[in-house]
T-cell receptor, first 112, second 113 residues
């Protein structure tokens, strides 16, 4: 069974204090690993897709990396507007249906 | 190009009632997936529609059913509502098939009393 575990559950940072969020996964054949950002009461907003170990993607203050067992979302010099829940999901290689399997998320608070 | 839209935004029902939630997919997207997100949890897959056919189902009972229309919009129907059905219901669409990146709508918040 595909599984995704995210840590920590919650993270509180001072503005400018860089840190990393972890996503550990088990899946029988990874098609892609996805990062989403979700604001309270809203739908997830797509950030990145990573397909193979060693791949990295960046967007503004965010950088996502992937190994064969985990992914990291690095946040450099965060600002209060980066406060949100960050969700990680995996998608298995399959000939047909390929739903996303999500972790519970990391709730990030950035304090000015 | 418009994003994924969902209606209504909020809904209150009582136990035993039936509810229909609606989703309009992003322009040109032919695949729609529905997810249920309980408070403090990640989204859980309900089912997926690809070109008007159900293309996979998660661990949800048959009282959760759906449709996809020729314009690729979709409905989620839930019969015999239970208190545990209270959640945020998310619709996601993807372009050219189930293996593409999924883009989510804003969700419908359902409260069952």
């Amino acid at each position: 069974e595909d599984q995704v575990t995210q840590s920590p559950e919650a993270l509180r940072l001072q503005e400018g204090e860089s840190s990393s969020l972890n996503c550990s996964y088990t899946v029988s054949g990874l098609r892609g690993l996805f990062w989403y950002r979700q604001d309270p009461g809203k739908g997830p907003e797509f950030l990145f897709t990573l397909y193979s170990a060693g791949e990295e993607k960046e967007k503004e203050r965010l950088k996502a990396t992937l190994t064969k067992k985990e992914s990291f979302l690095h946040i450099t010099a965060p600002k209060p507007e980066d406060s949100a829940t960050y969700l990680c999901a995996v998608q298995r290689i399959d000939s047909g249906n390929t739903p996303l399997v999500f972790g519970k998320g990391t709730r990030l608070s950035v304090i000015a | 190009e418009t994003g994924v839209t969902q209606s209504p935004t909020h809904l209150i029902k009582t136990r035993g009632q039936q509810v229909t939630l609606r989703c309009s997919s992003q322009s040109g997207h032919n695949t729609v997936s529905w997810y249920q997100q309980a408070l403090g949890q990640g989204p859980q897959f309900i089912f997926q529609y690809y070109r008007e056919e159900e293309n996979g189902r998660g661990n949800f009972p048959p009282r959760f059913s759906g449709l996809q229309f020729p314009n690729y919009s979709s409905e989620l129907n839930v019969n015999a509502l239970e208190l545990d059905d209270s959640a945020l219901y998310l619709c996601a669409s993807s372009l050219h098939g189930p293996a593409e990146t999924q883009y989510f709508g804003p969700g419908t918040r359902l409260l069952v009393l």
